[in-house]
């Protein structure tokens, strides 16, 4: 069946270090991928998005592009801040009737001065 | 734009009792919504999908008769917790997916309930 795998955590950062956060898909169909962001005692926020292979899905200096041949969607961003501490999942869009959304297993990250 | 309220944010109850959770998409109708339970430091599981007006489809291994969901409107639905127990205590988001136009794909969340069962 569909699913996520994202790399596990936690991942520790100093200030201004360039973020990485590896996640791949096994889906049938083209999904859309998703990253959310959930800060601590928050609900999920939407991140970023991107529909269809070599999108590149960006926001607030942080970027993902989909790519269909590696099925992967990685979070990249170039200089982190400490409000940037918080769980990152990586999702995918089943899509048919109800869109139901598969999440991996978030990433916790946390970024110290 | 895209706001998804939730009511209460923390609920403590006793054992036996039912809770309510409401959730709302303020400034959007939804024409499905979804429920998801998370526990401490893991991800997402969704319970079930509601869409306006039908039956929920709940997700293999989610109880329907304890986990009560309704959505009677476009831009409310309600989840229930019957006969809560200890076990029940987590964390429960819902999302909603916006009716009509062309980013239904997209989910936009509540803020979360905590639940805590004595």
């Known amino acids: 069946g569909d699913s996520v795998t994202q790399m596990e955590g936690p991942v520790t950062l100093s200030e201004e270090a360039f973020l990485t956060i590896n996640c791949t898909y096994t889906?049938?169909?083209?999904?859309?991928l998703f990253w959310y962001v959930q800060y601590p005692g928050e609900g999920l926020q939407l991140l970023l998005k991107?529909?269809?292979?070599?999108d590149k899905g960006s926001n607030k200096g942080f970027e993902a592009t989909y790519r269909k041949e590696t099925t992967s969607f990685h979070l990249e961003k170039g200089s982190v801040q400490v409000s940037d501490s918080a769980v990152y999942f990586c999702a995918l869009s089943v899509g048919g009737g109800y869109n139901k959304l598969i999440f991996g297993a978030g990433t916790r990250l946390a970024v110290h001065p | 734009g895209a706001v998804v309220s939730q009511h209460p944010s923390r609920v403590i109850c006793k054992s036996g009792t039912s809770v309510k959770i409401e959730c709302r998409s303020l400034?959007?109708?939804?024409?499905?919504m979804f429920w998801y339970r998370q526990f401490p430091k893991q991800s997402l599981m969704l319970m079930a999908t509601s869409n306006e007006g039908s039956k929920a489809t709940y997700e293999q291994g989610v109880e329907k008769d304890k986990f009560l969901i309704n959505h009677a409107s476009l831009t409310l639905s309600t989840l229930t917790v019957t006969s809560a127990h200890p076990e029940d205590s987590s964390f429960y988001i819902c999302?909603?997916?916006?009716?009509?136009?062309?980013?239904?794909?997209?989910?936009?969340f509540g803020p979360g309930t905590r639940l805590l069962v004595l």
């Open positions: 889906a049938t169909g083209y999904p859309s």
């Open positions: 991107a529909t269809k292979a070599d």
């Open positions: 400034d959007f109708q939804a024409t499905t």
């Open positions: 999302s909603a997916s916006l009716a009509g136009g062309s980013d239904r794909e997209t989910q936009y």
